[in-house]
């Protein structure tokens, strides 16, 4: 495939390195549509800014003419962020996967209530997450959200979650206004990672612009 075919920057959560990504590259790269690729950055230690210069040092090293991103949970906030400071990389679209634009109550109750839990977040969590402010967007780029409704993970046993959620995070904390399309699916937090349904989805938004409809 050629050097400048799309290229789809993907961007792992917090507690992961990256290579859990693998299968969800897989699935993107498997109608040679696109290119992926993996950024990685320590999610545990940095700032978000840290974490921002880093991704827009690595999308201007990329060769493509045009650069999309696919960011999960944490990752997400990641690639919003960046993008939201620079307008000088290839044209492309961005998917948000499981990713808490309005707070989390499950991050929030682990800092409150576990040992050391401030700690085991992280700063770039603390800050965006745990200690957040509403988030709107009103960038030039194309923002798809997907959110997870299989309410299987343990962000349950830290807060009250008692609206629709995907064991982590609830659909109504992955609300972005001035995004251009959002989608909720039946899919944990961290099986959005590995399903097919999640891949389509987040491809047919990469290319069209908006997630499928149904029927």
Excluded: C
């Amino acid at each position: 495939m050629a050097t400048g075919s799309p290229l789809i920057v993907l961007v792992h959560g917090l507690w992961m390195s990256g290579f859990e990504l693998g299968v969800l590259r897989s699935r993107l790269e498997a109608s040679g549509r696109f290119r992926a690729v993996g950024f990685s950055y320590p999610s545990l230690r940095g700032s978000m800014a840290d974490h921002v210069r880093s991704l827009i040092d690595f999308a201007h090293a990329q060769k493509a003419d045009e650069l999309h991103f696919v960011g999960h949970s944490l990752g997400g906030l990641v690639v919003l962020n960046a993008l939201s400071v620079t307008d000088d990389l290839p044209p492309g679209r961005a998917v948000l996967l499981g990713t808490p634009l309005q707070g989390s109550k499950a991050a929030q109750g682990v800092a409150r209530w576990v040992p050391f839990g401030k700690a085991i977040l992280g700063s770039a969590v603390n800050a965006e997450i745990v200690q957040w402010q509403p988030r709107e967007w009103s960038g030039r780029r194309e923002v798809g959200v997907i959110a997870g409704s299989m309410g299987l993970g343990l962000g349950r046993l830290f807060a009250e979650l008692n609206t629709d959620h995907d064991g982590t995070v609830m659909v109504e904390e992955t609300k972005l206004p001035g995004a251009k399309d959002h989608k909720i699916l039946a899919i944990s937090h961290t099986g959005m990672l590995f399903s097919a349904g999640v891949a389509e989805e987040a491809e047919h938004f990469l290319v069209r612009g908006s997630f499928r409809r149904e029927g």
